[in-house]
């Protein structure tokens, strides 16, 4: 069936050595170290469409880094970069996520979620005040009053509802024609999971859904840092009411349509998700059950 | 079984209306209104052990109100305090907490998660500029660069490691004496909900873990605004190592203990979080499984 996308990074997070200047430091002068080669936010990507990295000589002294973790004892970093927070895809990045072995995805989408929490977090939100890095990239403390931030991840609920053995699957204007996937929205404060899934679907489709279940989760890495928590919800009715503000069409489609969807076969009804959006592993699971 | 705490709010979230200022401006001069009665982040309760809501009328006319929804037609409120975000829990709330009403500690979450939010984000964390409220109180926006911040949670998995039959519990030194919940931790960029399950139990307690399953999530309003996501997890060995850092104790129990523990029985061999924590809806599950 295979694991959700961005999942499966080979590397130990090391959370000891964060907090160790000592150790930190050790890894920092080690020769062993590698350092993730960026173009901007994006991956440069190798003629066999692999990672590239160079070693910790090749990389400037200024350079502020993050300590991804090891890997055979070898320390991995990324540099901070001061590029914008919160860059859209480029088409570079999508060529790349076609070519990438699922553990270096992974290793990537960390990276790029812990570069665009920094370019967003220069200032302390409670102060104003300027914030340093510290904890070997995963925190900055503000200069000013002290405070001590630390890499966040947005949880969105994405998900099927299910209706006499269809599921409901809509399109956003800007997405290429004739491309659907599952619904999907920002968990908010003072929400569970399950009523996260009942409000989107509610608000985006109109359908009221009862019992909600847990499939699978992914980190995501582009627009910020998400935690994408995919679920399969039970529909009360199929009479749908959409909201034109957030979605172009919605409709309802069986597991024959979702399956030929996947396989992109010739008479498919719609264009499926990428294999590394959790979107197409929640249509695997879905067709899988039946 | 009970669902878990924080969770069952009556109120509809109405999206819709927080982008629309005329028709949050007609909810402000609604007669109908009511503002949540707040000391601090704690909440008023009544004799009856109610939240305590003052009508518009009483409220003074300067104060930023965050629009939390509609039940009954009615709009409810809650005033932006500039109290400290992220305020200790007192033991007047979790005295509240003994006696409100499933839906209404739903409600005082949700107001109590967004306003530590909006204490947190006075300022432009991109360029430190300030920022204000717009959204009905759902968003900040920058007056310098323009950047727009919306309430955040925090994804935090709790879990059990099941072995043999038995669970693996923990304490912190600061808790109460015998005090023993599941063990939990901050999802970090980059990861599924799965990996980071594993990666807690490993580093809190030595123990490597294979197959996770989900089995329910609940909002936490202490310490800003989380998203706790419970899982049970089975682990691949019972031997402990111990990060003491973390930890004052891990040990493994019983169904017999956790079901002793749950109804305060004499002979309990600890002492189980009480009903509104999602720990004890992850044991009351457990027990219930076997």
Known sequence: MGAPGFTGSPLDRVDHIRNDGDA???????????????????????????????????????????????????????????????????????????????????????ARSLIDWHNGHRFCGQCGGPTKTFRAGWGRKCDDCGKEHFPRTDPVVIMLA?????????????????????????????????EAVRREIFEEAGVRCGAVRYVTSQPWPFGGSQLMIACI???????????????????????????????DAPNKSFGAPPPFAIANTLFRRWVAES
């Open 24 to 110: 930190f430091n050790a890894l920092l002068n080690d020769w062993r170290g590698r350092v993730l080669g960026l173009d901007g936010l994006d991956p440069q990507v190798s003629a066999e469409g692999r990672l590239v990295w160079q070693s910790l000589a090749d990389v400037a002294l200024d350079l502020d880094l993050i300590l991804l973790g090891l890997h055979e004892e070898r320390p991995h970093f990324v540099p901070i970069h001061s590029g914008q927070g919160g860059a859209p895809r480029s088409p570079a990045v999508w060529r790349a996520l076609a070519t990438l072995p699922a553990e270096e995805a992974a290793i990537y989408g960390t």
């Open 162 to 194: 299910e209706y006499a053995g269809r599921v409901l699957i809509g399109r956003q204007s800007a997405w290429p024609a004739g491309n659907y996937s599952a619904l999907a929205g920002f968990l908010e404060p003072g929400e569970s999971v399950e």
């Open 233 to 263: 919800a039970q529909a009360e009715s199929d009479i749908l009411n959409i909201d034109t503000k957030e979605l172009e069409d919605a409709r309802w489609v069986s597991r024959d349509e979702v399956r030929a969807a996947l396989e």
